[in-house]
């Protein structure tokens, strides 16, 4: 037969047990400080963590988004030949390789560079995007990445509120702690001397 579990003797119990106000003599008042300010630090958490997330996530989608739009206007997409042949179909080369291919720049002149081209490709045409200036560049952010990147904001603004807030209360807790252990020494240099048997 289990033995039964008196009331607050969980680990949560255990852990709220220290955080309740109460009457208790033997709570400090720096005690009853520490307690404040971590409960105030708590609730700054849980209030502005949707605030964090929804602010950095606007504002990153918002600025993205004119990153795509922009990207769009000014970069295009080019047919480029292949100099190189593109490796055949391997299960055992995952992926691709890079070949060299040819391409035209927007002022005329030919241009050669290198180019990712998937496995059994084969040879002929790809297409590349290209800046003003004619070089190989990487596409335009499509939806689906500027809406990733906005959310890695908002998790990042996240982290960066618990991160702030689990360093203020440490900073808090190690001032109280160093008025605490001042304290204690003060008590005992004063009554100390009474309880110790004399020499």
Do not use: C
């Not at 969980?10 to 009853?32: Q, T, Y």
């Amino acid at each position: 037969m289990e033995p039964r579990r008196t009331p607050g003797t969980s680990w949560l119990g255990r852990l709220l047990r220290g955080w309740r106000p109460d009457r208790n003599p033997l709570r400090r008042r720096s005690d009853r400080i520490e307690l404040a300010i971590l409960s105030l630090l708590v609730v700054t958490f849980l209030a502005g963590t949707p605030v964090a997330w929804h602010s950095a996530g606007s504002w990153a989608y918002a600025v993205y988004t004119r990153e795509a739009q922009l990207q769009q206007a000014v970069l295009r997409q080019v047919p480029a030949t292949q100099l190189q042949t593109a490796p055949g179909w391997d299960a055992s080369i995952p992926g691709g390789a890079y070949v060299i291919v040819r391409w035209k720049a927007p002022d005329g002149q030919v241009r050669t560079g290198p180019v990712f081209v998937p496995n059994g490709t084969g040879d002929g045409t790809v297409s590349v995007w290209i800046d003003r200036a004619g070089q190989l560049t990487d596409p335009p952010l499509r939806q689906a990445q500027v809406e990733v990147r906005a959310r890695l904001s908002g998790m990042l603004a996240v982290l960066v509120v618990a991160v702030t807030l689990f360093v203020a209360g440490l900073l808090t807790r190690r001032a109280l702690d160093r008025r605490r252990l001042a304290g204690w020494d003060a008590d005992w240099l004063a009554n100390g001397p009474r309880w110790s048997p004399r020499q």
